[in-house]
């Protein structure tokens, strides 16, 4: 889960964001909305400007009634609580925990009084973030898209694309806290209809390197590319890859086939 559209910030800010901010402003001239992302701010500026949007529909425009403070670990989970815990101390009204779950992980840890909004494409009850769908509790809740539901799907229009695939492997960040879930369910839907697929893992610059030779050991017919942060960062790597042996790729994220690869697919509400 790390591309986000308009439609689900605006469903982020314009509903459950305003009323922390409409508390807060009762105390403070210029409340402060913090803005925690895994990502890049050139990578992530489409998603970002509709936070800005969704929160204009709701009254609320960054450098007259309210101030936002962005965190950009780009590609870098690891900075991601010290980020928090940064935004925590700046007495921000709010955390909008973005582009993938391990902001809202960061988030979570640094603050139980804060309220914390956050997208994610895996249940968020598994997760950890939330105690159920219908009464979250704590001080987090937000925007479940639902992304790893169309994994068969994806797998399914795969299939037809190529029919003659013998194999296709699903390339994932291990160290992404949505890992063990996603390979879960892709497997899942692998068997249902009938598909051999190989886990790959990359999750820093050596693994992507070794991807060339990993692909052709395998004999990959189709790459399938998770959401993630950091593979988002290595799409030109990974279309340079694919193309170099001739595997198409899928991904959620349009950013890949806007790049050369053969399609994208993710939820739209």
Known sequence: MSGMGRREFVALVGGAAAWPVVARAQQSAMPVIGFLNGQWPDTFAHAAAAFREGLKETGFVDGENITIEYRWAEGQDDRLPAMASELVRRQVAVIAATGASAAADAAKAATST???????????????????????????????QFTNTLSAKRLELLREMLPGATSIAFLLNPDGPQAEFESLDLETAARAIGIRIEILTAGNGHDIDALSTTLAQHQISALFVAANPFLASQTTKLIEIAARHRIAVMSAERRHAAAGGLMSLRHKH
């Open 114 to 144: 804060i309220p914390i909004l956050f997208i994610v494409g895996v249940d968020p009850v598994k997760l950890g973030l939330v105690a159920s769908l219908n009464r979250p509790g704590g001080n987090l809740t937000g925007v479940n």
